[in-house]
């Protein structure tokens, strides 16, 4: 099973209450909520048609496996923040750390190295005060590690001096993050893919229909001039025509469905998830 939620809506729409105003040749704001309420309305119209969300929005998508997750749902995938998964009950895998002794020589960082006798991989995102530490987060987990152990976080210079403690192995109930060496994601494509490096594997996962999951944003951009031109006319054609056609019945076709030359535009940027796509 394969479905997504979004984390972060956009803040914005493609088409503005101005411009829907003046396509629509009102100059009263009697109407004005209205208007917004379409606007939204045939904005999600739209990029359900598209398989797109079109101002940036990040999701998560689930699947009961790592071949169900290779196809990405929605276009234009801009970046992919992380793949996460629920190990299979045996694991050695980090999940939660305590917090870090202070040390000193440290600054600010992104997926800093460790040192432990045990296992391998394990990077940190760490914050700092006067060249001690406050703040470490897992950033990569790896594994061979055991609970209980005693980890180094790795310093530019001098000796490293702050650590932290192992509290949890990854579960069947916590989530842990993959490895981002072990994945590659193909943002060239549409849909977007993530691929498996030569070499690597995937870890065992438990049996749930979230087992993993990939957070990721997608859109053309923060603001609505990031939208092309072809879906923001799309989009205030739909516009028109819910405007014009409130009654919930309109002889001879659905008020609330997208017209053809509507779609003909958005075939444009159709993308299409085919039954080989969602099945491999």
Do not use: C
């Amino acid at each position: 099973m394969k479905t997504y939620q979004v984390i972060t809506a956009a803040t914005t729409y493609p088409v503005s209450l101005t411009e829907a105003k003046s396509h629509l040749k009102v100059d009263t704001t009697a109407d004005d909520t209205y208007i917004e309420s379409i606007i939204k309305a045939a904005t999600q119209l739209s990029e359900e048609y598209t398989n797109r969300f079109f101002i940036d929005t990040v999701i998560e998508q689930y699947a009961s496996s790592f071949a169900e997750l290779k196809t990405l749902f929605k276009s234009k995938v801009s970046s992919v923040d992380h793949v996460k998964y629920y190990p299979s009950s045996t694991t050695t895998i980090p999940s939660t750390i305590s917090s870090p002794s202070g040390g000193s020589g440290y600054t600010d960082g992104t997926n800093v190295e460790t040192i432990s006798v045990n296992g391998t991989g394990l990077t940190v995102d760490i914050t700092t005060s006067g060249g001690a530490v406050q703040t470490a987060r897992i950033n990569q987990a790896g594994s061979g590690y055991n609970n209980g152990d005693t980890v180094t976080i790795s310093v530019p210079s001098g000796p490293p001096s702050s650590q932290f403690t192992i509290t949890s192995l990854g579960t069947t109930s916590i989530n842990v993050l993959l490895n981002n060496d072990i994945y590659d994601a193909q943002l060239n494509y549409e849909p977007s893919q993530i691929q498996l490096v030569d070499g690597q594997s995937f870890p065992d996962i438990t049996k749930r229909n979230d087992a993993v999951l990939a957070r990721y944003t997608v859109g053309y951009g923060s603001a609505a001039s990031d939208v092309p031109e072809i879906i923001k006319q799309a989009i205030l054609l739909t516009i028109g025509n819910f405007y014009q056609n409130r009654n919930s019945v309109v002889i001879g076709r659905i008020a609330t469905e997208l017209p053809q030359n509507v779609k003909w535009l958005l075939d444009t940027y159709k993308v299409q998830i085919v039954a080989w796509q969602l099945a491999n």
